[in-house]
């Protein structure tokens, strides 16, 4: 985790560092950079998850946050080309699922081996489906069909927000604990 942290704050440093020789238009320079840099990158955040970088970078953030805590991950996503679904989006909607599986694996693993699988696929031409479930020992609070927050007294903000982006994208967001793993399904219809 220490690692982790350090790495986020020194991320800062780096992007400064790459929107110089940017603005320089110094690509040499840049790329001798970015092969030095990524020597220090740990084996998991080099996977390619999806051929999208915001979004893959997010999966590596997670995967190896979940790899360091003890926490398998299974990743299968589909390639995220010519989708009419903004990229920020679609980082809200995975980093809040995201998120909260991490959570709450860490805090109720029930004794068995925490697992998050994470999965994004198309349905026809334009409908995205996502799924991140997790192993959850405890049963989250509901309320209305929506879930409370374990971290203060109101409605999961998270949850709302991955709600309230599906529903921009005539689509829906589906929250459910059952048997001791709890389901997020997100659909997608732009």
Known sequence: MDETRRARHDLRHHLRALQGYVDKKDLASLASYLQDYSKSIPAEALSDYCGNC????????????????????????????????????????????????VDACRKNAGGGSPLISVRAARAGSHMF????????????????????????????????????????????ARFEWKDNVFFASVMLNP
């Open 54 to 101: 915001a979004v893959n970078s997010l999966l590596c953030y997670y995967a190896e946050k979940a790899a360091s805590t003890g926490i398998r991950m299974h990743i299968s996503f589909c390639a995220l080309t010519d989708t009419p679904i903004l990229e920020p989006d679609f980082c809200v909607i995975l980093g809040n699922l995201l998120e909260n599986a």
């Open 129 to 172: 489906t996502i799924t991140v479930d997790n192993t959850c020992s405890v049963s989250p609070a509901f309320l209305e069909d929506r879930i409370l927050s374990s971290k203060h007294e109101s409605f999961g903000i998270g949850t709302d927000s991955v709600l309230n982006i599906a529903r921009r994208y005539n689509g829906d």
